[in-house]
Protein backbone atom coordinates (compact mmCIF):
# COMPACT_ATOMS: atom_id res chain seq x y z
CA UNK A 1 0.00 0.00 0.00
CA UNK A 2 2.97 2.66 0.92
CA UNK A 3 4.14 1.73 -2.52
CA UNK A 4 0.78 2.33 -4.33
CA UNK A 5 0.37 5.59 -2.03
CA UNK A 6 3.97 6.85 -3.26
CA UNK A 7 2.98 5.98 -6.92
CA UNK A 8 -0.43 8.14 -6.57
CA UNK A 9 1.65 10.93 -5.20
CA UNK A 10 3.83 11.02 -7.60
CA UNK A 11 1.44 11.00 -10.66
CA UNK A 12 -0.47 14.14 -8.77
CA UNK A 13 2.83 15.80 -8.86
CA UNK A 14 3.51 15.41 -12.67
CA UNK A 15 -0.20 15.89 -13.83
CA UNK A 16 -0.09 19.05 -11.78
CA UNK A 17 3.17 20.43 -13.12
CA UNK A 18 1.58 19.63 -16.63
CA UNK A 19 -0.89 21.99 -15.69
CA UNK A 20 -0.40 24.21 -14.02
CA UNK A 21 3.25 24.86 -15.29
CA UNK A 22 2.72 25.47 -19.02
CA UNK A 23 2.30 29.09 -20.26
CA UNK A 24 2.69 30.63 -17.24
CA UNK A 25 4.77 33.98 -18.99
CA UNK A 26 2.83 33.64 -21.92
CA UNK A 27 0.41 36.94 -20.71
CA UNK A 28 0.96 39.54 -19.28
CA UNK A 29 0.03 40.10 -15.87
CA UNK A 30 -3.77 41.47 -14.92
CA UNK A 31 -4.29 44.80 -13.40
CA UNK A 32 -4.79 44.81 -10.66
CA UNK A 33 -3.55 42.38 -8.34
CA UNK A 34 -1.44 40.40 -10.25
CA UNK A 35 0.58 43.22 -11.13
CA UNK A 36 -0.06 45.19 -8.16
CA UNK A 37 1.79 41.85 -6.00
CA UNK A 38 4.26 40.98 -8.36
CA UNK A 39 5.57 45.35 -8.11
CA UNK A 40 5.67 44.74 -4.58
CA UNK A 41 8.41 42.01 -4.92
CA UNK A 42 9.95 44.28 -7.85
CA UNK A 43 10.63 46.86 -5.31
CA UNK A 44 11.69 44.95 -2.50
CA UNK A 45 14.55 43.94 -5.33
CA UNK A 46 15.07 47.08 -6.39
CA UNK A 47 14.95 49.30 -2.56
CA UNK A 48 16.53 45.50 -1.03
CA UNK A 49 14.23 46.39 1.35
CA UNK A 50 12.81 42.95 2.73
CA UNK A 51 10.80 44.19 5.66
CA UNK A 52 8.41 46.61 4.04
CA UNK A 53 6.04 46.53 1.20
CA UNK A 54 5.67 49.23 -0.86
CA UNK A 55 3.81 50.14 -4.44
CA UNK A 56 5.26 53.10 -6.05
CA UNK A 57 8.25 52.92 -3.23
CA UNK A 58 5.42 54.27 -0.69
CA UNK A 59 4.73 52.03 2.52
CA UNK A 60 2.05 49.54 0.99
CA UNK A 61 0.57 47.84 4.50
CA UNK A 62 -2.83 46.59 3.47
CA UNK A 63 -1.16 43.60 3.08
CA UNK A 64 1.37 41.48 4.57
CA UNK A 65 4.74 40.28 2.94
CA UNK A 66 4.76 36.51 3.00
CA UNK A 67 3.54 35.74 -0.67
CA UNK A 68 5.60 38.87 -1.55
CA UNK A 69 9.00 37.20 -0.54
CA UNK A 70 8.18 34.16 -2.08
CA UNK A 71 7.73 35.96 -4.85
CA UNK A 72 11.18 37.39 -4.74
CA UNK A 73 12.82 34.38 -4.54
CA UNK A 74 11.22 33.08 -7.57
CA UNK A 75 12.07 36.51 -9.23
CA UNK A 76 15.86 35.57 -8.38
CA UNK A 77 15.99 32.12 -9.76
CA UNK A 78 13.85 33.28 -13.17
CA UNK A 79 14.31 37.14 -13.45
CA UNK A 80 11.42 39.93 -12.80
CA UNK A 81 8.85 38.72 -15.36
CA UNK A 82 5.13 37.13 -15.59
CA UNK A 83 6.09 33.14 -15.34
CA UNK A 84 8.79 34.27 -11.80
CA UNK A 85 5.12 35.91 -10.94
CA UNK A 86 3.26 33.32 -11.40
CA UNK A 87 5.31 30.02 -10.83
CA UNK A 88 4.90 30.25 -7.11
CA UNK A 89 1.11 29.47 -7.49
CA UNK A 90 1.83 26.45 -9.73
CA UNK A 91 4.26 24.95 -7.08
CA UNK A 92 1.46 25.60 -4.41
CA UNK A 93 -1.09 24.04 -6.54
CA UNK A 94 0.74 20.74 -6.47
CA UNK A 95 1.12 21.42 -2.26
CA UNK A 96 -2.60 21.67 -2.32
CA UNK A 97 -3.06 18.73 -4.59
CA UNK A 98 -1.26 16.65 -2.04
CA UNK A 99 -2.39 18.40 1.05
CA UNK A 100 -5.73 16.81 0.29
CA UNK A 101 -4.74 13.37 -1.01
CA UNK A 102 -3.12 12.92 1.98
CA UNK A 103 -5.93 13.93 4.30
CA UNK A 104 -8.61 12.39 2.55
CA UNK A 105 -6.38 9.03 2.48
CA UNK A 106 -5.77 9.28 5.88
CA UNK A 107 -9.68 9.76 6.97
CA UNK A 108 -11.11 7.43 3.45
CA UNK A 109 -9.21 5.30 1.22
CA UNK A 110 -6.82 6.34 -1.41
CA UNK A 111 -9.48 6.13 -4.10
CA UNK A 112 -11.46 8.74 -2.06
CA UNK A 113 -8.11 10.82 -2.18
CA UNK A 114 -7.71 10.74 -6.21
CA UNK A 115 -11.09 11.56 -6.24
CA UNK A 116 -10.93 14.69 -4.39
CA UNK A 117 -7.81 15.34 -6.15
CA UNK A 118 -9.86 15.30 -9.39
CA UNK A 119 -12.65 17.07 -8.13
CA UNK A 120 -9.90 20.23 -7.28
CA UNK A 121 -8.07 20.17 -10.06
CA UNK A 122 -11.18 19.72 -12.65
CA UNK A 123 -13.10 22.49 -11.13
CA UNK A 124 -12.76 26.15 -13.13
CA UNK A 125 -11.69 28.55 -10.86
CA UNK A 126 -10.11 26.14 -8.58
CA UNK A 127 -7.66 24.99 -11.29
CA UNK A 128 -7.16 28.28 -12.97
CA UNK A 129 -6.19 30.05 -9.86
CA UNK A 130 -3.02 28.34 -9.80
CA UNK A 131 -1.85 29.75 -13.36
CA UNK A 132 -2.05 33.31 -11.69
CA UNK A 133 -0.24 35.36 -9.26
CA UNK A 134 -2.13 36.34 -6.71
CA UNK A 135 -2.03 35.69 -2.89
CA UNK A 136 -5.34 33.52 -2.19
CA UNK A 137 -3.92 29.75 -3.14
CA UNK A 138 -1.45 30.38 -0.30
CA UNK A 139 -3.73 32.30 2.06
CA UNK A 140 -6.37 29.46 1.71
CA UNK A 141 -3.89 26.12 2.08
CA UNK A 142 -2.54 27.85 5.26
CA UNK A 143 -6.21 28.18 6.44
CA UNK A 144 -7.44 24.95 5.67
CA UNK A 145 -4.32 23.59 6.87
CA UNK A 146 -4.84 25.62 10.31
CA UNK A 147 -8.73 24.05 10.48
CA UNK A 148 -7.00 20.37 9.35
CA UNK A 149 -4.96 20.63 12.73
CA UNK A 150 -7.62 21.74 14.64
CA UNK A 151 -9.73 18.97 13.61
CA UNK A 152 -7.10 16.55 14.27
CA UNK A 153 -7.03 18.15 17.62
CA UNK A 154 -9.84 16.03 18.66
CA UNK A 155 -8.54 12.83 16.71
CA UNK A 156 -5.38 12.50 18.85
CA UNK A 157 -3.64 12.46 22.09
CA UNK A 158 -1.00 15.14 21.28
CA UNK A 159 -3.36 18.06 21.80
CA UNK A 160 -0.87 20.95 22.01
CA UNK A 161 1.08 19.09 19.09
CA UNK A 162 -1.89 19.55 17.02
CA UNK A 163 -2.92 22.72 18.41
CA UNK A 164 1.20 23.88 17.40
CA UNK A 165 0.32 23.12 13.84
CA UNK A 166 -2.65 24.93 13.68
CA UNK A 167 -1.47 27.87 15.21
CA UNK A 168 1.86 28.12 12.69
CA UNK A 169 -0.56 27.35 9.70
CA UNK A 170 -2.65 30.05 10.86
CA UNK A 171 0.12 31.94 11.69
CA UNK A 172 1.30 31.91 8.22
CA UNK A 173 -2.17 32.61 6.73
CA UNK A 174 -1.79 36.15 8.66
CA UNK A 175 1.24 36.76 7.34
CA UNK A 176 0.77 35.72 3.98
CA UNK A 177 -2.85 38.25 4.07
CA UNK A 178 -3.96 39.79 7.39
CA UNK A 179 -6.35 39.42 9.94
CA UNK A 180 -8.93 37.22 8.02
CA UNK A 181 -6.87 34.38 8.08
CA UNK A 182 -6.85 33.81 11.80
CA UNK A 183 -11.15 34.93 12.08
CA UNK A 184 -11.80 32.09 9.47
CA UNK A 185 -10.41 29.04 10.94
CA UNK A 186 -11.16 30.29 14.56
CA UNK A 187 -15.05 30.80 13.91
CA UNK A 188 -15.15 27.60 11.89
CA UNK A 189 -13.17 25.68 14.86
CA UNK A 190 -15.30 27.75 17.65
CA UNK A 191 -19.26 26.33 15.11
CA UNK A 192 -17.69 22.90 15.43
CA UNK A 193 -17.21 22.87 18.85
CA UNK A 194 -20.45 23.99 19.54
CA UNK A 195 -22.56 21.99 17.41
CA UNK A 196 -20.25 19.25 18.75
CA UNK A 197 -21.02 20.62 22.39
CA UNK A 198 -22.22 17.23 23.49
CA UNK A 199 -19.47 15.06 22.49
CA UNK A 200 -16.24 17.49 22.58
CA UNK A 201 -15.32 20.09 25.57
CA UNK A 202 -14.20 23.94 24.88
CA UNK A 203 -10.61 23.72 25.17
CA UNK A 204 -9.95 26.97 26.69
CA UNK A 205 -6.58 26.88 27.55
CA UNK A 206 -5.27 25.94 23.93
CA UNK A 207 -7.35 28.44 22.14
CA UNK A 208 -5.54 30.83 23.95
CA UNK A 209 -2.25 28.97 22.99
CA UNK A 210 -3.57 28.81 19.37
CA UNK A 211 -4.41 32.57 19.13
CA UNK A 212 -1.24 33.76 20.97
CA UNK A 213 0.96 32.13 18.60
CA UNK A 214 -1.45 32.53 15.25
CA UNK A 215 -0.87 36.21 15.73
CA UNK A 216 2.22 36.42 17.61
CA UNK A 217 4.22 36.66 14.07
CA UNK A 218 2.50 39.23 12.54
CA UNK A 219 2.62 41.79 15.59
CA UNK A 220 6.11 41.24 15.62
CA UNK A 221 5.95 42.10 12.12
CA UNK A 222 4.07 45.08 12.32
CA UNK A 223 5.92 46.55 15.29
CA UNK A 224 9.45 46.15 13.42
CA UNK A 225 7.30 47.92 10.64
CA UNK A 226 6.10 50.09 13.27
CA UNK A 227 9.40 51.17 14.19
CA UNK A 228 10.56 51.60 10.52
CA UNK A 229 7.79 53.98 9.12
CA UNK A 230 5.77 55.43 11.95
CA UNK A 231 2.31 55.10 13.39
CA UNK A 232 0.55 56.13 10.08
CA UNK A 233 0.78 52.54 9.20
CA UNK A 234 -1.67 51.07 11.88
CA UNK A 235 -4.20 53.74 11.34
CA UNK A 236 -3.93 52.91 7.85
CA UNK A 237 -4.27 48.95 7.92
CA UNK A 238 -7.66 49.72 10.13
CA UNK A 239 -8.81 52.04 7.59
CA UNK A 240 -8.01 49.54 5.20
CA UNK A 241 -9.63 46.43 6.57
CA UNK A 242 -12.92 48.64 7.72
CA UNK A 243 -13.40 49.84 4.51
CA UNK A 244 -13.68 46.41 2.87
CA UNK A 245 -16.45 45.68 5.41
CA UNK A 246 -18.80 48.69 5.29
CA UNK A 247 -18.07 50.06 1.26
CA UNK A 248 -17.80 48.35 -1.93
CA UNK A 249 -14.17 49.15 -2.05
CA UNK A 250 -12.31 50.46 -5.46
CA UNK A 251 -15.87 49.52 -7.12
CA UNK A 252 -16.03 46.40 -6.15
CA UNK A 253 -19.48 46.21 -5.23
CA UNK A 254 -22.44 43.46 -5.96
CA UNK A 255 -25.48 42.08 -4.05
CA UNK A 256 -26.01 39.68 -1.17
CA UNK A 257 -25.99 36.47 -3.45
CA UNK A 258 -23.11 37.55 -5.40
CA UNK A 259 -20.55 34.85 -4.13
CA UNK A 260 -23.03 32.26 -4.18
CA UNK A 261 -23.39 32.25 -8.23
CA UNK A 262 -19.62 33.03 -8.46
CA UNK A 263 -19.19 29.53 -6.67
CA UNK A 264 -22.07 28.28 -8.62
CA UNK A 265 -20.73 28.86 -11.89
CA UNK A 266 -16.60 28.99 -10.98
CA UNK A 267 -16.66 25.84 -9.01
CA UNK A 268 -18.46 23.98 -11.89
CA UNK A 269 -18.72 20.61 -12.34
CA UNK A 270 -17.63 20.28 -8.21
CA UNK A 271 -20.74 23.05 -7.19
CA UNK A 272 -23.95 20.79 -8.74
CA UNK A 273 -22.29 17.19 -7.02
CA UNK A 274 -22.46 18.93 -3.19
CA UNK A 275 -26.15 19.05 -2.44
CA UNK A 276 -26.04 14.97 -2.10
CA UNK A 277 -23.68 14.98 0.49
CA UNK A 278 -25.18 17.04 3.03
CA UNK A 279 -27.48 14.54 4.70
CA UNK A 280 -26.43 12.25 7.55
CA UNK A 281 -25.53 8.66 6.41
CA UNK A 282 -25.44 5.46 8.22
CA UNK A 283 -22.21 4.17 6.58
CA UNK A 284 -20.38 7.02 7.70
CA UNK A 285 -17.79 6.56 11.03
CA UNK A 286 -17.51 9.18 13.63
CA UNK A 287 -14.15 11.23 11.50
CA UNK A 288 -15.56 11.05 8.12
CA UNK A 289 -19.07 12.44 9.72
CA UNK A 290 -17.38 14.92 11.69
CA UNK A 291 -14.76 15.86 8.91
CA UNK A 292 -17.74 16.33 6.51
CA UNK A 293 -19.65 18.89 9.38
CA UNK A 294 -16.64 20.82 9.60
CA UNK A 295 -16.55 21.22 5.48
CA UNK A 296 -20.04 22.49 5.85
CA UNK A 297 -19.63 24.98 8.72
CA UNK A 298 -16.43 26.30 6.98
CA UNK A 299 -18.34 26.76 3.19
CA UNK A 300 -21.38 28.38 5.42
CA UNK A 301 -19.06 31.25 7.04
CA UNK A 302 -17.15 31.93 4.16
CA UNK A 303 -20.44 32.18 2.32
CA UNK A 304 -22.34 34.10 5.33
CA UNK A 305 -19.15 36.40 5.82
CA UNK A 306 -18.40 37.31 2.77
CA UNK A 307 -21.91 38.16 1.51
CA UNK A 308 -21.99 40.61 4.02
CA UNK A 309 -18.63 42.36 3.30
CA UNK A 310 -19.89 45.04 1.15
CA UNK A 311 -16.78 44.85 -1.34
CA UNK A 312 -17.41 41.91 -3.44
CA UNK A 313 -13.96 40.40 -5.31
CA UNK A 314 -14.21 36.52 -6.85
CA UNK A 315 -11.35 35.33 -5.04
CA UNK A 316 -12.56 36.20 -1.58
CA UNK A 317 -15.15 32.96 -1.27
CA UNK A 318 -12.16 30.89 -2.46
CA UNK A 319 -11.74 29.31 0.40
CA UNK A 320 -14.98 27.73 -0.21
CA UNK A 321 -12.49 25.49 -2.84
CA UNK A 322 -11.72 23.61 -0.35
CA UNK A 323 -15.21 22.21 1.16
CA UNK A 324 -17.11 22.39 -2.82
CA UNK A 325 -14.69 19.71 -3.82
CA UNK A 326 -14.21 17.75 -0.57
CA UNK A 327 -18.65 17.30 -0.43
CA UNK A 328 -17.82 16.63 -4.52
CA UNK A 329 -15.74 14.08 -4.08
CA UNK A 330 -17.97 12.81 -1.20
CA UNK A 331 -21.01 12.58 -3.06
CA UNK A 332 -18.64 10.56 -6.46
CA UNK A 333 -17.36 8.14 -4.16
CA UNK A 334 -20.36 6.85 -2.67
CA UNK A 335 -22.12 7.08 -5.57
CA UNK A 336 -19.60 4.88 -7.61
CA UNK A 337 -19.54 1.92 -4.33
CA UNK A 338 -23.55 2.16 -4.14
CA UNK A 339 -23.76 3.70 -0.87
CA UNK A 340 -25.56 6.90 -2.66
CA UNK A 341 -27.94 6.51 -5.31
CA UNK A 342 -28.01 9.02 -8.46
CA UNK A 343 -30.55 10.69 -8.82
CA UNK A 344 -31.62 12.28 -12.49
CA UNK A 345 -31.78 16.00 -10.47
CA UNK A 346 -28.43 15.74 -10.77
CA UNK A 347 -27.64 14.46 -14.61
CA UNK A 348 -30.38 17.57 -15.25
CA UNK A 349 -27.98 19.98 -13.38
CA UNK A 350 -24.55 18.95 -14.35
CA UNK A 351 -26.48 19.49 -18.20
CA UNK A 352 -28.08 22.60 -18.06
CA UNK A 353 -25.08 24.88 -16.45
CA UNK A 354 -22.95 22.46 -18.04
CA UNK A 355 -24.19 23.53 -21.59
CA UNK A 356 -24.68 27.10 -20.73
CA UNK A 357 -20.49 27.33 -19.94
CA UNK A 358 -19.92 25.32 -23.20
CA UNK A 359 -22.13 27.47 -25.09
CA UNK A 360 -19.83 30.62 -23.61
CA UNK A 361 -16.72 28.85 -24.61
CA UNK A 362 -18.00 28.45 -27.95
CA UNK A 363 -19.54 31.71 -28.66
CA UNK A 364 -17.44 34.07 -27.19
CA UNK A 365 -14.68 34.22 -29.80
CA UNK A 366 -17.03 33.76 -32.16
CA UNK A 367 -18.59 37.24 -31.72
CA UNK A 368 -15.69 39.01 -31.02
CA UNK A 369 -13.88 37.91 -33.97
CA UNK A 370 -17.24 39.30 -35.51
CA UNK A 371 -17.67 42.12 -33.90
CA UNK A 372 -17.91 44.76 -36.60
CA UNK A 373 -21.64 43.48 -36.76
CA UNK A 374 -22.13 44.99 -33.17
CA UNK A 375 -20.82 47.91 -33.36
CA UNK A 376 -23.13 50.30 -34.73
CA UNK A 377 -25.34 49.30 -31.33
CA UNK A 378 -22.73 50.56 -28.82
CA UNK A 379 -23.00 54.10 -27.44
CA UNK A 380 -20.47 54.10 -24.84
CA UNK A 381 -17.27 55.29 -26.95
CA UNK A 382 -13.92 53.79 -25.33
CA UNK A 383 -16.07 50.21 -25.27
CA UNK A 384 -16.69 50.62 -28.86
CA UNK A 385 -12.96 52.12 -29.38
CA UNK A 386 -11.55 49.01 -26.78
CA UNK A 387 -13.54 46.32 -29.23
CA UNK A 388 -12.38 47.94 -32.34
CA UNK A 389 -8.85 46.81 -31.14
CA UNK A 390 -6.80 44.99 -33.79
CA UNK A 391 -6.22 41.58 -31.88
CA UNK A 392 -5.48 38.35 -34.19
CA UNK A 393 -7.58 35.72 -33.97
CA UNK A 394 -6.32 31.76 -34.86
CA UNK A 395 -10.35 31.26 -35.97
CA UNK A 396 -10.21 28.22 -34.12
CA UNK A 397 -10.45 29.49 -30.26
CA UNK A 398 -13.72 28.27 -30.06
CA UNK A 399 -12.03 24.70 -29.86
CA UNK A 400 -12.26 25.51 -26.26
CA UNK A 401 -15.93 25.16 -26.18
CA UNK A 402 -16.06 21.77 -28.27
CA UNK A 403 -13.81 19.75 -25.63
CA UNK A 404 -15.86 21.46 -22.79
CA UNK A 405 -19.16 20.16 -24.93
CA UNK A 406 -18.26 16.38 -26.06
CA UNK A 407 -16.42 15.73 -22.59
CA UNK A 408 -19.51 16.67 -21.35
CA UNK A 409 -22.01 14.52 -23.31
CA UNK A 410 -19.76 11.53 -22.99
CA UNK A 411 -20.03 12.17 -19.36
CA UNK A 412 -23.66 12.23 -19.16
CA UNK A 413 -23.96 9.36 -21.08
CA UNK A 414 -21.55 7.77 -19.18
CA UNK A 415 -23.41 8.38 -15.55
CA UNK A 416 -26.90 7.38 -17.26
CA UNK A 417 -25.15 3.92 -18.35
CA UNK A 418 -24.29 3.83 -14.75
CA UNK A 419 -20.73 3.93 -15.41
CA UNK A 420 -19.95 6.48 -12.81
CA UNK A 421 -16.44 6.63 -12.09
CA UNK A 422 -15.35 6.63 -15.75
CA UNK A 423 -18.21 9.53 -16.11
CA UNK A 424 -16.69 11.82 -13.20
CA UNK A 425 -13.04 11.17 -14.88
CA UNK A 426 -14.22 12.50 -18.41
CA UNK A 427 -16.67 15.37 -16.68
CA UNK A 428 -13.86 17.01 -14.47
CA UNK A 429 -11.02 16.17 -16.92
CA UNK A 430 -12.20 17.74 -20.12
CA UNK A 431 -13.17 20.74 -17.81
CA UNK A 432 -9.45 20.72 -16.34
CA UNK A 433 -8.28 20.30 -19.74
CA UNK A 434 -10.39 23.44 -21.16
CA UNK A 435 -9.52 25.61 -18.54
CA UNK A 436 -5.83 24.47 -19.45
CA UNK A 437 -6.75 25.62 -22.84
CA UNK A 438 -7.94 29.27 -22.03
CA UNK A 439 -4.19 30.49 -20.75
CA UNK A 440 -2.55 30.15 -24.35
CA UNK A 441 -5.65 30.84 -26.47
CA UNK A 442 -7.77 32.91 -25.28
CA UNK A 443 -6.04 34.84 -22.46
CA UNK A 444 -4.08 36.84 -25.02
CA UNK A 445 -6.88 38.03 -27.23
CA UNK A 446 -8.50 39.15 -24.15
CA UNK A 447 -5.79 41.06 -22.66
CA UNK A 448 -5.14 42.53 -26.57
CA UNK A 449 -8.58 44.39 -26.19
CA UNK A 450 -8.13 45.26 -22.11
CA UNK A 451 -4.72 46.44 -21.10
CA UNK A 452 -1.81 45.45 -24.10
CA UNK A 453 -2.17 49.05 -25.42
CA UNK A 454 -1.03 50.63 -22.16
CA UNK A 455 1.32 47.66 -20.89
CA UNK A 456 3.16 47.72 -24.20
CA UNK A 457 3.02 51.70 -23.50
CA UNK A 458 4.73 51.43 -20.74
CA UNK A 459 7.10 48.82 -21.43
CA UNK A 460 8.17 51.05 -24.54
CA UNK A 461 9.84 53.48 -22.45
CA UNK A 462 11.05 51.45 -19.57
CA UNK A 463 14.20 51.97 -19.96
CA UNK A 464 14.07 56.42 -20.18
CA UNK A 465 14.62 57.98 -17.12
CA UNK A 466 11.03 59.46 -17.36
CA UNK A 467 7.88 60.29 -15.49
CA UNK A 468 5.30 57.71 -15.98
CA UNK A 469 1.48 58.13 -15.13
CA UNK A 470 -1.97 56.97 -15.65
CA UNK A 471 -4.43 60.08 -15.86
CA UNK A 472 -8.05 59.06 -14.62
CA UNK A 473 -8.01 55.43 -14.33
CA UNK A 474 -5.98 53.56 -11.55
CA UNK A 475 -3.35 50.70 -12.77
CA UNK A 476 -0.17 49.18 -11.54
CA UNK A 477 1.65 48.69 -14.98
CA UNK A 478 3.43 51.76 -14.94
CA UNK A 479 5.41 50.81 -11.92
CA UNK A 480 5.75 47.30 -13.26
CA UNK A 481 6.38 47.17 -16.87
CA UNK A 482 7.61 50.92 -16.97
CA UNK A 483 10.08 49.85 -14.21
CA UNK A 484 9.57 52.59 -12.09
CA UNK A 485 12.26 54.11 -10.22
CA UNK A 486 12.47 55.78 -7.23
CA UNK A 487 13.71 58.90 -8.05
CA UNK A 488 10.73 59.24 -10.43
CA UNK A 489 8.07 58.36 -7.99
CA UNK A 490 5.74 61.09 -6.09
CA UNK A 491 6.72 59.71 -2.71
CA UNK A 492 10.39 61.08 -4.15
CA UNK A 493 9.02 64.35 -5.23
CA UNK A 494 7.56 64.57 -1.53
CA UNK A 495 3.86 64.96 -3.25
CA UNK A 496 0.71 63.18 -2.69
CA UNK A 497 -1.35 61.73 -5.83
CA UNK A 498 -3.20 65.53 -6.82
CA UNK A 499 -0.23 67.01 -6.67
CA UNK A 500 2.22 64.61 -8.81
CA UNK A 501 -0.39 64.96 -11.47
CA UNK A 502 -0.54 68.37 -11.63
CA UNK A 503 3.05 68.85 -11.57
CA UNK A 504 3.40 66.89 -14.16
CA UNK A 505 0.61 68.42 -16.60
CA UNK A 506 1.87 72.04 -15.90
CA UNK A 507 4.68 72.12 -13.38
CA UNK A 508 8.35 72.76 -14.48
CA UNK A 509 9.39 69.25 -14.88
CA UNK A 510 13.16 68.24 -15.25
CA UNK A 511 12.40 64.52 -17.20
CA UNK A 512 10.26 64.12 -19.99
CA UNK A 513 6.31 63.18 -18.49
CA UNK A 514 4.43 60.28 -20.44
CA UNK A 515 0.49 60.05 -19.86
CA UNK A 516 -2.32 57.25 -20.97
CA UNK A 517 -5.60 57.83 -20.22
CA UNK A 518 -9.05 56.20 -21.50
CA UNK A 519 -10.52 57.73 -25.03
CA UNK A 520 -12.64 60.30 -24.21
CA UNK A 521 -10.68 61.69 -20.93
CA UNK A 522 -7.33 61.67 -23.06
CA UNK A 523 -8.79 63.72 -26.21
CA UNK A 524 -10.00 66.78 -23.08
CA UNK A 525 -6.51 66.42 -22.01
CA UNK A 526 -4.57 67.24 -25.44
CA UNK A 527 -7.49 70.09 -25.33
CA UNK A 528 -6.58 71.23 -21.53
CA UNK A 529 -3.11 71.28 -21.80
CA UNK A 530 -1.46 72.79 -24.58
CA UNK A 531 2.22 71.08 -23.89
CA UNK A 532 0.86 67.54 -24.19
CA UNK A 533 1.94 66.00 -27.21
CA UNK A 534 -0.33 63.31 -28.69
CA UNK A 535 1.95 60.59 -29.46
CA UNK A 536 -0.73 57.67 -30.99
CA UNK A 537 -4.33 56.57 -29.87
CA UNK A 538 -4.72 52.90 -29.56
CA UNK A 539 -7.48 50.22 -28.07
CA UNK A 540 -9.40 53.42 -26.38
CA UNK A 541 -6.65 54.39 -24.53
CA UNK A 542 -4.84 58.10 -25.65
CA UNK A 543 -1.09 58.06 -25.23
CA UNK A 544 0.84 61.45 -24.77
CA UNK A 545 3.97 63.09 -23.40
CA UNK A 546 5.30 66.33 -22.19
CA UNK A 547 8.78 67.22 -22.79
CA UNK A 548 10.50 68.32 -19.85
CA UNK A 549 11.02 72.56 -19.20
CA UNK A 550 12.77 72.15 -15.89
CA UNK A 551 16.54 72.36 -14.62
Known amino acids: MKSENFMHQLLIVIIGALFFVPYLGSVNLFDWDEIN????????????????????????????????????????????????????????????????????????????????????????????????????PLFNLFMFLGIWFLFRFYQSDRKIMFVCFAAISTASAVMTKGPVGYLLPAITWILFIVINRKKYHIPYKEFIIYTIIAIFPA??????????????????????????????????????????????????????????????NSFENEHQYNFKILNIILLFVVLLIFSVVKTKIVHYSSLSYFPITFLAAFTIYNVSIGKIKWKLSSTILIAVLGLFLSLGLFWFPIIIMNIDLFLPRIEDEFTKQVLMSKVYWNGYEWIIGVVFFIGLIISLIMINLQKFIRG??????????????????????????????????????????????????????????????????????MMDSDEFEEYLLIGKIDKDAYFSAKYEKGLSMLKDYPDLKLLYIKNGFVFMMRKSNGI
Not at 72 to 91: Q, Y
Not at 228 to 240: A, C, H, P, R, V
Not at 436 to 441: E, N, R, T, V
Request: charged share 15%.
Open 37 to 136: FAEAAREMIVTEDYLNVRIDFEPFHEKPPLFIWIQVISMNVFGINEFAARFPNAIIGIITLLVIYNISNRLFDEHFALFWVLTYLGSILPHFYFKTAIID
Open 219 to 280: VIWYYLVFMDSGSGLISEFFNYQIRLLTTGDAGHEGPFYYHFAVLLIGCFPASVLILRAFRM
Open 424 to 493: FIILFGSTAISVFLILPLLAPKIEGYTQNAPISFFSGISQKDAYLLPIGYKSYAPYFYGKLRLENSKLYK
